[in-house]
């Protein structure tokens, strides 16, 4: 399975305004052009991430001098999860139509033989970014860093689990 640019590119977005839209005094509104530059991302393809990310009510917009977006929560109350999902980015591995279709991945209408190792493969995947805050991110809080509490950042050394 493979997470898309959109899925993968919102959340690196989301990260960059978690990481950057803290200020004095609180939370500051962060420009698409700002992270646009620091991700490698295109302005136009951020545009719209932003529309489907404000509408699924995790940013929100800020007008006039020094707007931009901020978040709508906090950084620990953002999942990854919730970021997929919000720019129609399915989490799932099989290559049914529906996650609960009646209907089979085959041509008679019937499941592989494998649909529910990638069915339940697609569910772990879920409960992973369900279980990853933004902060993690940021934080490098994620995998075997999040469970130990060990971070490797700055050493250059990986950390096994």
């Known amino acids: ?93 099989t290559r049914c139509i529906g996650h609960s279709s009646p209907k089979g991945c085959m041509m008679a209408g019937e499941r592989c033989i494998t649909h529910n190792l990638w069915e339940d493969l697609g569910d772990e995947i879920h409960r992973y970014l369900a279980g990853v805050s933004l902060e993690d991110v940021v934080m490098n809080r994620t995998g075997a860093r999040r469970r130990t509490g060990v971070s490797d950042a700055g050493t250059g050394i990986g950390v096994a689990a």
């Not at 960059?16 to 490698?40: F, H, K």
């Open 1 to 93: 399975m493979r997470l898309s640019t959109k899925g993968r590119y919102a959340v690196m977005a989301m990260a960059d305004l978690a990481r950057n839209g803290q200020g004095e005094g609180g939370a500051r509104a962060v420009s698409l052009a700002e992270i646009a530059t620091r991700q490698e991302i295109s302005l136009s393809y951020l545009e719209q991430l932003f529309a489907r990310l404000r509408k699924g009510g995790l940013v929100q917009s800020v007008r006039g001098p020094g707007g931009g977006y901020r978040l709508a929560k906090g950084a620990a109350d953002t999942v990854v999860a919730e970021i997929v999902l919000a720019v129609d980015e399915p989490i799932r591995a």
